[in-house]
């Protein structure tokens, strides 16, 4: 069954933390993406891959960086935590052509 | 930078009604176009998208697309509480780059 894979579901940082959140797929699908959601801003593309090792940028990338290191997992980092980074982050893979668009549960992040 | 918004934000109707959703896009060279669901606190979940001018049925929902008008719509039939949801549009100008979402709009269906 196609599964996309979030870790951690929730997580509180400390302003100026670092923060890691993972992403794994069993889809076998080439493109991953970040999004964030905030409350009247539906999702937000923030960065997204099409091949391992090779990341874009998407809309908001800024306090933002991508890892791919295998075609199935995907990282984002936070360098430095910023109030303004609290929402929730959803990670999502699909094959090339959109047929299939899988989400994962989604990742709640405060940032304190 | 291609702009989506949807309307109305909000919608609540009756049980068994028509419900149709609204999504604007500003990019004509757009290629795909698709309409999500998810319920609170899940997910985004695909519903139906479509590639070509016309509409496309699959049950009780049906997508309208009109690329000349930069518009595409989702009607939904005999509305159920259980597709009390925010309803999000997608527009990708190319099928395979990434897809740029509207804001939603928050649907309830009321007994």
């Known amino acids: 069954e196609a599964a996309v894979t979030q870790s951690p579901r929730s997580k509180v940082a400390v302003t100026g933390g670092k923060v890691t959140l993972s992403c794994h797929q069993t889809n076998n699908h080439d493109y991953m993406y970040w999004y964030r959601q905030d409350t009247g801003h539906g999702l937000r593309l923030i960065h997204y891959?099409?091949?391992?090792?090779?990341?874009e940028k998407g809309d908001i990338p800024d306090g933002y960086k991508a890892s791919r290191p295998s075609q199935e997992n995907f990282s984002l980092i936070l360098e430095l935590a910023s109030l303004s980074q609290t929402a929730v982050y959803f990670c999502?893979?699909?094959?090339?052509?959109?047929?299939?668009?899988?989400f994962g549960k989604g990742t709640r992040l405060t940032v304190v | 930078q291609q702009k989506v918004q949807q309307s109305p934000e909000s919608l609540i109707v009756p049980e068994g009604a028509m419900t149709s959703l609204n999504c604007t896009f500003s990019d004509s060279a757009s290629q795909y176009f698709a309409w999500y669901r998810q319920h609170s606190g899940k997910a985004p979940k695909a519903l139906m998208s479509?590639?070509?001018?016309g509409e496309k049925e699959e049950g009780r929902f049906t997508i309208h697309l009109n690329k000349a008008s930069l518009h595409f719509s989702l009607h939904i039939r005999d509305s159920q509480p259980s597709d009390s949801a925010l309803y999000l549009c997608a527009v990708s100008a190319n099928s395979g780059t990434y897809q740029r979402f509207g804001t939603g709009t928050k649907l309830q269906v009321v007994p």
């Open positions: 891959s099409y091949v391992a090792d090779s990341t």
């Open positions: 479509i590639f070509s001018n």
């Open positions: 999502a893979s699909s094959d090339p052509g959109l047929t299939e668009v899988f």
